[in-house]
């Protein structure tokens, strides 16, 4: 009598998925970098300012269109190899839309108090939480009497591109699929929010990231819809680009 498969140990099939986010990412890094040398897009001026803030939200997609092909492959190994059925959403929760609607306030909510919190704490020790160099000068040009433009595309990357890439990528993919592999939900928690924070290169406000990460995940989780999680996310981001370029 054969005896039954084994199953792919826990961690392993954690920090795989991990990998495949990062195989993804690079990929799309090494495709905007292409097309950079060949000129197809601009990179110079207040105009490759702009265009690069919205690649980063393309470079993500690319990623989740590689993570998803990679992913294929590897559920197929692992139904051959070790019966194991793709990841489903089967442990995540499906309240009604009007609690969906609830989740989303409430993501907001502990969103933008959560960061704030981190960020008094952060410039307590000395260390304050500054927004990445690019954006801060793109905003200051545009304060001086800049072109409309750049902040136009900023504006549209930050509240509908990059929440909608990220959370297909760090949520949809790399989150839902370790919760639902057999990992515990600290592992999916930890690995995807560690990774978003890691893609937004800011080591003093990678803790902030990380909260974010957790927030998101938490939406999507209790409410089993990612435009939840997405909604979120552009609430914080709507409220973070208002402060910079009114507060």
């Known amino acids: 009598m054969s005896e039954a498969p084994s199953s ?9 998925e991990v990998g ?30 702009g265009v690069r803030m919205a690649a980063g939200p393309a470079i993500t997609l690319l990623a989740v269109a590689v993570y998803r092909k990679l992913a294929s492959l590897v559920d197929a190994n692992d139904r051959a190899q070790y019966g194991e059925p793709p990841p489903s959403e089967a442990l995540f929760a499906r309240p009604s839309l009007g609690g969906s609607i609830g989740f989303v306030v409430l993501g907001i909510a502990a969103a933008i108090g959560g960061s704030f919190v981190l960020g008094l704490g952060l410039e307590a020790l000395g260390v304050p939480v500054e927004e990445q160099g690019a954006i801060v000068e793109l905003i200051e040009g545009f304060k001086s009497g800049g072109e409309h ?3 136009i595309l900023l504006a549209v990357s930050a509240l509908a591109l990059a929440p909608m890439a990220e959370e297909l990528l760090f ?3 790399v989150f839902r699929r370790i919760a639902s ?5 600290p592992e999916a928690y930890a690995l995807s929010a560690a990774v978003f924070a890691a893609i937004h290169t800011n080591p003093v406000g990678f803790l902030v990231y990380l909260w974010l990460g957790v ?3 938490e939406s999507y989780r209790r409410s089993g819809r990612l435009w939840v999680a997405m909604l979120v996310h552009t609430g914080n981001n709507a409220f973070a680009l208002s402060l910079l370029i009114w507060g």
């Open 8 to 16: 792919r140990p826990r961690l392993s099939g954690a920090l795989l």
């Open 20 to 49: 495949l986010a990062i195989a993804g990412l690079l990929v799309g890094s090494l495709v905007f970098i292409v097309l950079g040398m060949l000129d197809v897009v601009p990179t110079e001026g207040a105009l490759g300012l």
């Open 149 to 151: 433009l750049p902040i």
């Open 171 to 173: 949520r949809g993919l």
């Open 181 to 185: 592999r057999g990992s515990s939900w």
């Open 215 to 217: 927030v998101f995940a």
